[in-house]
Antibody, heavy 119, light 110 residues
Framework: EVQLVESGGGLVKPGGSLRLSCAASGFPFNTYSMNWVRQAPGKGLEWVSTISSSSTKIYYADSVKGRFTISRDDAKTSLFLQIHSLRAEDTAVYYC????????????WGQGTLVTVSS | QSVLTQPPSASGTPGQRVTISCSGSSSNIGSNFVYWYQQLPGTAPKLLIYKNNQRPSGVPDRFSGSKSGTSASLAISGLRSEDEADYYCATWDDSLSSYVFGIGTKVTVL
């Protein structure tokens, strides 16, 4: 069974940093692309970033480019999102989502981790 | 706002057929697959339709997807109370080099 478990969320002050993690299991992690998608309270889904297998291709939403860094550790079957210069508008539930082998479209989703940016 | 246009709400009575539209452009829907997700209240999104019209195992055949040109649609036939949820379309946008989601459609079963 595919399992994705996010961690690392919490309350952070504006301008602060955070590192989100996603522990994956139940599938050959190194062959799949992975995504981060977020959802602000009461709002819709917003794609954040995608990393391909072997980290050969990385994409970011314009809203996070330059502040967020996606990475993966295939040996530890884990996905990460390093977030800097946090803003109030970054407050959201951050979901880790498995992509495909040939495409990055999110397919299986974790339960999410909440990031709250507030002073 | 999103480059994909979805109606914010849709509704129907049990047993009815409800259709949700997702309109885009040549740089997104017109040249890429469309995926649909269902998000039940308080839960994570779930893949409902992939590659325009394919259903993952376990998704009832009451759900169907289609795409024509720069628009796509999700149909729910035989509407049931447990179908009350938010539904999102998504695709890749070649111009933005990013995945994009629609704003989501809240389906209410009357």
């Amino acid at each position: 069974e595919v399992q994705l478990v996010e961690s690392g969320g919490g309350l952070v002050k504006p301008g602060g940093s955070l590192r989100l993690s996603c522990a994956a299991s139940g599938f050959p992690f190194n062959t799949y692309s992975m995504n981060w998608v977020r959802q602000a309270p009461g709002k819709g889904l917003e794609w954040v970033s995608t990393i391909s297998s072997s980290s050969t291709k990385i994409y970011y939403a314009d809203s996070v480019k330059g502040r967020f860094t996606i990475s993966r550790d295939d040996a530890k079957t884990s996905l990460f999102l390093q977030i800097h210069s946090l803003r109030a508008e970054d407050t959201a539930v951050y979901y880790c989502a498995r992509g495909g082998i040939l495409t990055g479209y999110p397919t299986t989703w974790g339960q999410g981790t909440l990031v709250t940016v507030s002073s | 706002q999103s480059v994909l246009t979805q109606p914010p709400s849709a509704s129907g009575t049990p047993g009815q057929r409800v259709t949700i539209s997702c309109s885009g452009s040549s740089s997104n829907i017109g040249s890429n697959f469309v995926y649909w997700y269902q998000q039940l209240p308080g839960t994570a999104p779930k893949l409902l339709i992939y590659k325009n019209n394919q259903r993952p195992s376990g998704v009832p055949d009451r759900f169907s997807g289609s795409k024509s040109g720069t628009s796509a649609s999700l149909a729910i036939s035989g509407l049931r109370s447990e179908d009350e949820a938010d539904y999102y379309c998504a695709t890749w946008d070649d111009s933005l080099s990013s995945y994009v989601f629609g704003i989501g459609t809240k389906v209410t079963v009357l």
